[in-house]
C-alpha cells in the first residue's frame, strides 16, 4: 500500500495570505488529523476528520480549518497568515475511529515571511 | 484534563549503554500508548505501542512498560547504537479520539 501523502513538500507564504495543504490517506483509511510541528511546541493537534465530519478540534484560532472529500483526502486551510504559523504540517491518518496505530505523512514545511 | 508530559527533553548516552524516556498522562480514559521516533527532517515513525490490558511490551532492543495506576509510561532502548539518535515521542488518546504527544526527547548516542 502507498504511505500518506502530502502536497506541497515545501510552500513560502507572506503574512496576510492564505494557504491550502493535502494530505492523501493510506487507501482504506477514514480518519485524518492534522498536527502543527514547531522547535518550541512540539506536535500539538488541530483536528481530525473521519468519514468527512469533523470529529475533534484542538486549541487552535478559527482561522486554521479543514475539511475532508468523500475520497477521504483532506485539506488543511489557514487564512491570514502570521509569522508564527511558520512550521510543519504533518497529517496522519488511521482506518477507524478508534484508538489505534496512526501513520504520518512527509509533512508540509510552511514559512511566512 | 488534556495533557501529557515527557521527560528528560535531552538525553545523551554511550553506545552500548541503556536509555530511558518517562512520560505521565492526566486522563485516565486513556487506553493507548503510542510511541514515536522521528529523525531529523523525517517524518514521526511509530516504533512500539501498549494498550492498558498489559503492563509490558518488547520488540527487540525496545520495551514499554505502562503503570495505569500511576498514570505512567515509560520507553527502555538497551544497547543503544548511533542509529537510535533521534527524536522520541510518547502520546497518549484522550476521551473523545484525540492523540495528545508529550514534548518529545532528543537522544543522542555517542559512538
Known amino acids: 500500500k502507498a504511505g500518506v501523502t502530502q502536497t506541497p513538500r515545501y510552500l513560502i507564504k507572506t503574512r496576510g495570505q492564505q494557504v491550502t495543504l493535502s494530505c492523501s490517506p493510506i487507501s482504506g483509511h477514514r480518519s485524518v488529523s492534522w498536527y502543527q510541528q514547531t522547535p518550541g511546541q512540539g506536535l500539538q493537534f488541530l483536528f481530525e476528520y473521519f468519514s468527512e465530519t469533523q470529529r475533534n478540534k484542538g486549541n487552535f484560532p478559527g482561522r486554521f480549518s479543514g475539511r475532508q472529500f468523500s475520497n477521504s483526502r483532506s485539506e488543511m486551510n489557514v487564512s491570514t497568515l502570521e509569522l508564527g504559523d511558520s512550521a510543519l504540517y504533518l497529517c496522519?491518518?488511521?482506518?477507524?475511529?478508534?484508538?489505534?496505530?496512526?501513520?504520518f505523512g512527509p509533512g508540509t514545511r510552511l514559512l511566512v515571511l | 484534563g488534556e495533557n501529557v508530559e515527557q521527560h528528560p527533553s535531552t538525553l545523551s548516552v554511550q553506545e552500548g549503554d541503556s536509555a530511558v524516556i518517562k512520560c505521565t498522562y492526566s486522563?485516565?480514559?486513556?487506553?493507548?500508548f503510542p510511541w514515536y521516533k522521528q529523525e531529523l527532517g523525517k517524518r514521526p515513525q511509530l516504533i512500539i505501542d501498549?494498550?492498558?490490558?498489559?503492563g509490558e511490551k518488547k520488540d527487540q532492543r525496545i520495551a514499554v512498560t505502562l503503570n495505569k495506576t500511576a498514570k505512567h509510561f515509560s520507553l527502555h532502548i538497551t544497547e543503544t547504537q548511533p542509529e537510535d539518535s533521534a527524536v522520541y515521542f510518547c502520546?497518549?488518546?484522550?476521551?473523545?479520539?484525540?492523540?495528545?504527544f508529550g514534548q518529545g526527547t532528543e537522544l543522542s548516542v555517542k559512538p
Open positions: 501498549i494498550r492498558s490490558n498489559v
Open positions: 486522563d485516565s480514559a486513556s487506553n493507548y
Open positions: 502520546a497518549a488518546w484522550v476521551q473523545g479520539g484525540k492523540l495528545i
Open positions: 496522519a491518518t488511521k482506518s477507524g475511529g478508534g484508538q489505534e496505530t496512526q501513520y
